[in-house]
Nanobody, 116 residues
Framework: QVHLVESGGGLVQAGGSLTVACAHS????????LAWFRRLPGKEREFVAG???????VYADSVNGRFTISRDKSANKLWLQMNDLKFEDTAVYYC??????????WGQGTQVTVSS
């Protein structure tokens, strides 16, 4: 079993920065790919960024260059630093574990609202 809890969401002005965090517990995720997804209002959940067990990182084109994903395996934490936030980044952000070919465990999400 894996338990994921996101935190750090909030209200921020366009152009600002925010970091959301994900604490995970349960079985070890050291070898797993962890990822951030987001659900924009009225839309399907979409991939934002992922970090593999070996440290390889992938970003969605929409956030590449503005967002940074990182993890601390010893602390069982995952972060997403978001810079130059735009109104269209407003969404609920979720952390999840990749279990090829899908994602199996999800947190409850944290709301990020960007005011224009």
């Amino acid at each position: 079993q894996v338990h994921l809890v996101e935190s750090g969401g909030g209200l921020v002005q366009a152009g600002g920065s925010l970091t959301v965090a994900c604490a995970h517990s349960g079985e070890s995720l050291r070898r797993n790919t962890l990822a951030w997804f987001r659900r924009l209002p009225g839309k399907e959940r979409e991939f934002v960024a992922g970090v593999g067990g070996s440290g390889d990182i992938v970003y969605a084109d929409s956030v590449n260059g503005r967002f940074t994903i990182s993890r601390d395996k010893s602390a069982n934490k995952l972060w997403l630093q978001m810079n130059d936030l735009k109104f269209e980044d407003t969404a609920v952000y979720y952390c999840t574990r990749n279990w090829n070919p899908t994602y199996d465990y999800w947190g409850q999400g944290t709301q990020v609202t960007v005011s224009s």
